[in-house]
């Protein structure tokens, strides 16, 4: 059975920093484009990032841009997001998800399989 965990939020000041992890078991991610999302209370869900299955290319959401690093190790078979420079608008459950295909897409449609999701706070 194919799954994806997430963690590595938290409750986090603005201007710090928090790394969140995707672990994905029952399946190898060697062939899967991982993507990141987010949902705020209130508003709809938006790709933040996504990274091709081999981790050679990455797109980022324009509010998250030079803020935000994702990179991949397959050998561990987990996706990571990098968040530094936190802004309060970060605020929101995390997601990740998978594609069985080589380029990524900001199309939560596209994805097949989701994790639970994991809260990130940014608050003083």
């Known amino acids: 059975q194919l799954q994806l965990v997430e963690s590595g939020g938290g409750l986090v000041q603005p201007g710090g920093s928090l790394r969140l992890s995707c672990v994905a078991s029952g399946f190898t991610l060697d062939y899967y484009a991982i993507g990141w999302f987010r949902q705020a209370p209130g508003k709809e869900r938006e790709g933040v990032s996504c990274?091709?299955?081999?981790?050679?290319?990455?797109n980022y959401a324009d509010s998250v841009k030079g803020r935000f690093t994702i990179s991949r190790d397959n050998a561990k078979n987990t996706v990571y997001l990098q968040m530094n420079s936190l802004k309060p608008e970060d605020t929101a459950i995390y997601y990740c998800?998978?594609?069985?295909?080589?380029?990524?897409?900001?199309?939560?449609?596209?994805?097949?399989?989701w994790g639970q999701g994991t809260q990130v706070t940014v608050s003083s």
């Open positions: 998800a998978a594609v069985p295909r080589r380029i990524c897409t900001f199309s939560g449609s596209a994805y097949d399989d």
């Open positions: 990274i091709s299955s081999s981790g050679g290319s990455t």
